[in-house]
């Protein structure tokens, strides 16, 4: 029973990959695997058809970049100060509230972005902004993967042996030199992996991205311009856009695949970060 119940996500893997290469092979049968990496026009659901990823992979890569942006400050901050200078009640209330944030459906952020960033933060400030665009999505994102860097690297960081800390202060050491030089460095690896997971986590949102960065396929590296994701442009086909079983529909398996291989290619590197500098107490 419990070889069972722990092969469940073995299973679940193995099928969904199955899936993917199975759909993804459809389709490069038809589109060429060449054309598809290199190519900067993607016209699936238009004539002419053009199959090239890359203004697909340039939005996912603008929209998680401008996510870690917000993200890591405001998540090494808040982790700083809970770990370091927050008493045991406030660190409860306040960790209890930022982890709300998780909670929120993604389409609440998505309607947020839209209705208020846009229009109210960023149209007024910024010349020439859209309603929808890279740079909302974006800081939206950023937004919502707050609590994976701010909870993990403060968990990292409330690791660390008060021993540590201790020792720096008999030496004469500030509050400030005992966090930047004493506890940071001991919690490396884990603050790395909760800035790639909150990395590997902003490329896969979905709702966010399709409700504030529309459904234009445009090829920028403009942050203003509106963006289609990968993930967006998944939702959109997957709910009718194209007929199944033809090859418009069979491209979302093919994005799919590529997305899936990125994400794990950086959790890979996590794992890999944190066995090489992780320190056991």
């Known amino acids: 029973m419990l070889l069972s119940a722990s092969s469940l996500s073995f299973i679940a893997i193995v099928v969904i990959i199955g899936t993917l290469v199975i759909e993804s092979s459809i389709f490069f049968g038809h589109v060429s695997f060449i054309e598809f990496i290199t190519g900067t026009e993607w016209t699936v659901l238009f004539e002419p ?25 405001v998540g ?3 982790a700083i100060y809970l770990s370091e200078y927050a008493g045991p009640t406030v660190r409860r209330i306040v960790k209890s509230t930022i982890e709300l944030l998780a909670g929120i459906p993604t389409v609440v952020y998505g309607y947020f ?57 008999s030496l004469g050491a500030r509050k400030m030199d005992v966090v930047f030089k004493v506890v940071l460095p001991a919690a490396l690896s884990g603050i790395f992996a909760s800035i790639i997971l909150a990395f590997t986590r902003a490329m896969g949102e979905t709702m966010i991205a399709a409700i504030a960065g529309g459904f234009r396929v445009f090829y920028s590296f403009d942050p203003r311009e509106a963006m289609q994701t990968m993930t967006s442009f998944i939702a959109q086909v997957a709910t009718g856009d194209a007929p199944h079983g033809t090859v418009e529909y069979q491209s979302i398996f093919a994005v799919g695949l590529l997305l899936f291989f990125v994400t794990m290619v950086f959790n890979v590197i996590a794992l890999l970060i944190v066995r090489r500098w992780q320190i056991r107490y």
């Open 49 to 73: 058809k053009k199959f090239g990823v890359q203004p697909l992979v340039v939005a996912t890569a603008i929209t998680s970049l401008i996510a870690l942006t917000v993200a890591i400050p």
């Open 76 to 78: 090494l901050a808040t």
């Open 113 to 169: 972005a839209l209705y208020f960033i846009s229009p109210n933060l960023l149209m007024p400030l910024i010349e020439g902004l859209g309603v929808h665009s890279a740079l909302a999505v974006g800081l939206t994102i950023g937004v919502l993967i707050i609590p994976i860097v701010a909870s993990l690297s403060e968990d990292a960081m409330y690791s660390v042996p008060e021993d540590f800390r201790l020792a720096a202060y």
